[in-house]
Structures are given as structure tokens and as C-alpha cells.
């Protein structure tokens, strides 16, 4: 999209969304923020951004975004749990799909030239065959899977009605500083915590189901790239490593990463309604027209994760 100008990214002080920020300013973007801080924190945001604690949902959001002159909005606001969803599916779609709406609307009234949704793989349901394409059926198992995928609809309908380019990002499983340690899209958040307290870890069924793990600035770096090129995809594009990880195998390499001898204590539960048993992303569609791959490996990322974490508990602040 040239020079660097401005742009808004909704749940800008959130896991994913705080990291988006940081990328977008270290490229010179004045970046404005939406985030209601039900999840995220004001501290994750950068001084220099303007934070408009407000629900996307809200007229005050809907405001900001008519008035920042922003180019482009990345869209990250949203209900990110599937236990979550299950349990209050009108929620789930109220915010993530209604939600969606309300950002596309505002951006259509505010002249925003390209609208960036994060999806997420749970619109693909069961894989029929990995890795997954995005030419699998799309066939959502759980409310918020399904209010992803309507998402992505309505971002596709009403950005081609605005004359608006769009892309809707379908990240694997994302992970890295600032992850939350609540709920179960934080596994490797939780895990950390409860490895910090000395306790076991807590894996949900056998342990031989398997993720594709990507790391937080891998993502990131998808998301800037998917608002700031050239011309929008206008299309669904996968984000992850294209490698797929068991639960267990998981667990050992979270417990060398923190310099843990043996292998790691576990405990096991139930599994939980609305998961899927293997996840495999194909990212190459993203590689063609981004330019972009997953570069940091699990055994990296984790160390990472280990080391900023501890370097923010020695400064006294949060991860």
C-alpha cells in the first residue's frame, strides 16, 4: 500500500494483537487501537498509539474508525475460546460475527481501503486429509468455528459491495509471549504456569492428538504483510508451519525449553467438547502471495516464550 500511513487493529492489546501493533510501528504505521480489555491489557500497548478502550460492537468504535483516516484495519477483536463457545454460542456469534459486521460497516463509512480478518483454522472442522488446504470443505464443528467462517462470509460480501480489499487470515495455533494462561486456547501459556508452580501438566484426552504450532511473531508478520501489500488477496489464506506436533511430544519440548530434566510430569482429563483430533495447515497459498512463511520453529519459539517470560518476571512485570 506504500509509504507507511495509518492504520486501526481492533484487540490491538490483546495476545495476537499486541504483537500485530509492535510490527506495524517498528515499519513507521501510526497505529490506532480498539480493545475493550476484557482480555487484553492497556500495558500491552505501545504509548505512542492512540487506545480507544471501547467493544467493537460499541458506536464509540464504530466512530473511531470513521474519524482515524486509517488505510487499512486489522480486525482481531474477538471470542477466542471453544469451550466458550460451546457453552454460550450467542455470545460467540454475537462477537465474532456481529462484530465483524459493525468493523466493516465503519470501515465502508471511513473510507478504509483493506480490511484483514484473523480466522482461524476451526473453519475446516474434521480434516478429511493434511495437510489442509484452503480448498477443504469447510464444515466447523463448534459454534466458534462456525462464527469464523460466517465471519470471513460476511467480510467477503460486504468488502465487495464497499469496494474494500479484504483478507481473512486462518491462523493454526498460535503461541508465544502474552499468551494468556487462561482457557483453552493458552495450552502453552497454561502449561508454562503451571510448569512455573511446580505442578503437573494437564493434557485433555490421550495426548497423541497433534497441532500445528506457529509462533506469535510468525503471525504477526502474516498479518502486516496481508495490510500492507501492494493489492489485497481477496481470499482466505492459511497461517501456520505446515508441520503438525502431538500434545505429548508438546509437553517434552515446553520441559527442555525451560531446562527440565526427564520427562515432564502429567496428569490427564477428559477431552473437551468441540475439539478435533489432528490439525495440519498447507501455507504455501500464503507464501505466493505474501511472500511469507513460518520461520521460527517450535523447539525456538518455545525458548523464546521461556526467556522473555522469565526476563519479565526478574523486571517485575507481567509476560
Not at 495437510?131 to 467477503?156: C, I, M, N, Q, T
Request: aromatic share 6%; glycine share 10%.
Amino acid at each position: 500500500m506504500g509509504r507507511p500511513g495509518r492504520v486501526i487493529v481492533t484487540g490491538g492489546a490483546g495476545f495476537i494483537g499486541s504483537h500485530v501493533v509492535e510490527r506495524l510501528e517498528a515499519d513507521g504505521w501510526r497505529v490506532g487501537v480498539i480493545d475493550d480489555l476484557s482480555t487484553g491489557r492497556a500495558a500491552n500497548v505501545p504509548a505512542s498509539c492512540e487506545l480507544i478502550p471501547a467493544d467493537v460492537r460499541s458506536p464509540e468504535a464504530g466512530r473511531f474508525i470513521e474519524t482515524f483516516g486509517a488505510e487499512a484495519v486489522a480486525h482481531l477483536a474477538a471470542q477466542v475460546s471453544v469451550a466458550a463457545s460451546v457453552r454460550d454460542p450467542g455470545h460467540d456469534l454475537s462477537v465474532n460475527v456481529l462484530g465483524t459486521v459493525a468493523v466493516v460497516q465503519a470501515c465502508a463509512r471511513g473510507g478504509v481501503r483493506r480490511v484483514v480478518l484473523a480466522s482461524s483454522a476451526a473453519v475446516y472442522g474434521m480434516p478429511a486429509c493434511l495437510p489442509v488446504d484452503e480448498r477443504h470443505p469447510l464444515l466447523p464443528v463448534s459454534p466458534y468455528g462456525a462464527s469464523k467462517l460466517a465471519a470471513e462470509h460476511y467480510l467477503r460480501v460486504m468488502a465487495q459491495q464497499a469496494g474494500i480489499g479484504w483478507v481473512a487470515l486462518r491462523y493454526a495455533n498460535v503461541y508465544g509471549p502474552r499468551q494468556s494462561a487462561d482457557g483453552e486456547a493458552g495450552v502453552v501459556a497454561r502449561w508454562m504456569a503451571l510448569l512455573e508452580a511446580g505442578r503437573p501438566l494437564v493434557v485433555h484426552g490421550d495426548g497423541q492428538q497433534s497441532r500445528d504450532f506457529v509462533f506469535v511473531d510468525d503471525v504477526a508478520e502474516a498479518t502486516a504483510r496481508a495490510l500492507t501489500a501492494e493489492t489485497a488477496c481477496n481470499c482466505a489464506l492459511n497461517i501456520g508451519t505446515g508441520l503438525a506436533s502431538r500434545v505429548l511430544d508438546l509437553a517434552d519440548a515446553l520441559w527442555s525449553a525451560a531446562g527440565k530434566e526427564g520427562p515432564p510430569p502429567l496428569t490427564f482429563a477428559p477431552p473437551r467438547p468441540g475439539d478435533i483430533r489432528h490439525s495440519r495447515l498447507d501455507a504455501r497459498k500464503a507464501e505466493r502471495l505474501l511472500g511469507w512463511r513460518a520461520r521460527i520453529s517450535l523447539e525456538q519459539g518455545l525458548r523464546q516464550m521461556v526467556a522473555r517470560r522469565q526476563a519479565a518476571r526478574a523486571a517485575g512485570e507481567g509476560d
